[in-house]
Nanobody
Framework: QVQLVESGGGSVQAGRSLRLSCTAS????????MAWFRQAPGKEREGVAV???????RYADSVKGRFTISQDNAKSTLVLQMNSLKPEGPAMYYC????????????WGQGTMVTVSS
């Protein structure tokens, strides 16, 4: 089992930055694919960014060039650095992990709320 604990959500103004963190613990998480998802009220959950066990990353088109997903050297902390934030309503950002990058992923954090105001 893998436990994921998220932090860093909040309310920020458009154009500013926010850094989300996800701390992983449990068995074999260092070899897992990890990702960030988000879900706005009334909308489908969507993938934001993913990093596989080799450190390769992919991003949703809507965040390319603005968001960066990364891990620390021990792969115990997953980070989503969000720059040049655009105004939008609240969305829950979720940390997720899986042995492989499958959908749905097997392990999820509790989510952290992000709101970008104009």
């Amino acid at each position: 089992q893998v436990q994921l604990v998220e932090s860093g959500g909040g309310s920020v103004q458009a154009g500013r930055s926010l850094r989300l963190s996800c701390t992983a613990s449990g068995s074999s998480y260092s070899s897992y694919c990890m990702a960030w998802f988000r879900q706005a009220p009334g909308k489908e959950r969507e993938g934001v960014a993913v990093i596989d066990s080799l450190g390769q990353t992919r991003y949703a088109d809507s965040v390319k060039g603005r968001f960066t997903i990364s891990q620390d050297n021990a792969k115990s902390t997953l980070v989503l650095q969000m720059n040049s934030l655009k105004p939008e309503g609240p969305a829950m950002y979720y940390c997720a992990a899986d042995r492989r990058c499958t959908v749905p992923m097997n392990y999820w954090g509790q989510g952290t709320m992000v709101t970008v105001s104009s």
